[in-house]
């Protein structure tokens, strides 16, 4: 049963612990990769794409036919989609780690 003359102090915790989520996923940054490496998105835990790089070699070799520029198209895809489950796995993790091994419905 929750003690009434603590909610407040419950309510702050909570606060402090939703800050700190804030900026451990700020920080928090994982890549992913397609075509073995010619695509690397760069993600933070916030899901915000920080980086994109395409090696120049993928680009090059572009022949301006329909099917390449689609196929590049289809590896930056799967290089962003792949760093949004990296960072659903950070965000995961730590959620699971500060809760200290709670077993809450929904988060695991």
Do not use: F
């Not at 994982?30 to 680009?59: R, Y």
């Amino acid at each position: 049963m929750i003690n009434p003359l603590k909610l407040g102090e419950m309510l702050s915790q909570a606060n402090q612990m939703q800050e700190e989520m804030k900026k451990k996923l700020e920080q928090t940054v994982v890549e992913g990769g397609s075509g073995g490496g010619a695509v690397l998105a760069t993600m933070n835990g916030k899901k915000q794409l920080l980086k994109l790089h395409i090696d120049a070699a993928a680009v090059t070799s572009l022949s301006g036919d329909q099917a390449d520029v689609e196929m590049l198209e289809d590896l930056i895809v799967s290089a962003v989609n792949e760093a949004g489950r990296k960072a659903d796995e950070a965000i995961q993790s730590s959620v699971q780690g500060m809760l200290g091994g709670l077993n809450l419905p929904g988060l695991g």
